[in-house]
Structure formats: C-alpha cells, structure tokens
C-alpha cells in the first residue's frame, strides 16, 4: 500500500488474519489477509481507514470468503470506529454476487465493481475478482489497468467522503 506522505498522516497499521481456508492450512499457508491503515488526511484533518484485502482462493466456499471480509472489515473498524472505510482487493468471488451484496448491505458497507475483467489468467476463464467495499464513500466507478505482470489487472477508483 502507498501513501502520499505530503497529503496523509499514518496513524497505525496493522495486518489481520481472518478464517482460515483449507488452501492456506495445508498448501500455502496465508497468515494473514488484510492490511489496514488509518490515515489523517493533512489538508481536512478528516480520518480514513484504508485496507488491502486478499481473500481465500476458489477452493474455497463463498460462505467462507463472506466470513473472511466480515472479519477483514471487524479488524480495521477496531483500529477506528464510525471511521469512513475503504477495502480493495481480491475477493475471489466471481459469481453468486448476489448474496455477497445482501450480507454486505446488511453491515453497512457498499460493494462496487469493476468496469471490465480484472483476473486473465487463462484463455477462456476470466471474470471480476477484484473489488471495492465501502462505508461513507461515494465511489462512482472502479477502473481496470493494463495488464501487468500479476495474473490479475489492477484496479483503480476515486473516492468522495458520502455527503
């Protein structure tokens, strides 16, 4: 994660593990999975919590990866509460959106899409795995980067603090 030090102050970080999947338990273990920041922004004094999240690969249920961003938004409220937050990463969740949406909803928290893509890894399974969730921004659109060297695009939004 990269912060502008002239336009934010770091206020703490710290990394987060959630519920483990089978993948990380015997094959490649993933201690943790969420990195969270809390910023102050130098010009408004506002505070921001800010997370990059990577979910449990597709062995994995959608019911697990559910608990995972449930825990993963638990961890950074705990570094400030009622703090506008921002969590961008690999959901790993490419379809049945739908209940992902409801559960996110229900907590308070917004999910939005990318505009294209973002996994490529193959010549016939692609799909949207990286995504954006939200309490207290307004985030108009979430779009995808050139290709680079990771088998996922990058993504890049804006965000507003909601009104």
Same mark, same amino acid.
């Given at each position: 994660m990269y912060v502008k030090d002239d336009r934010y102050e770091i206020l703490h970080t710290q990394v987060f593990a959630v519920h483990k999947s089978l993948h990380d338990r015997v094959l490649a273990p993933a201690h943790e999975r969420l990195l969270a920041v809390?910023? /102050? &922004? /130098?010009d408004s004094g506002d505070s921001v919590l800010v997370g990059s999240f990577h979910a449990a690969p597709l062995t994995a249920s959608n019911s697990l990866r559910r608990k995972q961003i449930a825990a993963a938004h638990d961890g950074m409220r705990s570094l400030a509460p009622d703090t506008p937050a921002i969590m961008v990463g690999d959901f790993n969740y490419p379809w049945f959106i739908n209940g992902l949406e409801r559960s996110l909803t229900t907590s308070g928290?917004?999910?939005?899409r990318s505009t294209e893509p973002t996994y490529l890894r193959y010549k016939f399974f692609t799909g949207?795995? &990286?995504?954006?969730t939200s309490t207290g921004f307004d985030i108009e659109r979430v779009d995808v980067l050139p290709a680079g060297a990771s088998d996922h695009r990058a993504i890049s939004l804006e965000a507003e603090r909601a009104a």
């Amino acid at each position: 994660m990269y912060v502008k030090d002239d336009r934010y102050e770091i206020l703490h970080t710290q990394v987060f593990a959630v519920h483990k999947s089978l993948h990380d338990r015997v094959l490649a273990p993933a201690h943790e999975r969420l990195l969270a920041v809390h910023l /102050r &922004d /130098r010009d408004s004094g506002d505070s921001v919590l800010v997370g990059s999240f990577h979910a449990a690969p597709l062995t994995a249920s959608n019911s697990l990866r559910r608990k995972q961003i449930a825990a993963a938004h638990d961890g950074m409220r705990s570094l400030a509460p009622d703090t506008p937050a921002i969590m961008v990463g690999d959901f790993n969740y490419p379809w049945f959106i739908n209940g992902l949406e409801r559960s996110l909803t229900t907590s308070g928290y917004t999910l939005k899409r990318s505009t294209e893509p973002t996994y490529l890894r193959y010549k016939f399974f692609t799909g949207y795995f &990286d995504f954006v969730t939200s309490t207290g921004f307004d985030i108009e659109r979430v779009d995808v980067l050139p290709a680079g060297a990771s088998d996922h695009r990058a993504i890049s939004l804006e965000a507003e603090r909601a009104a």
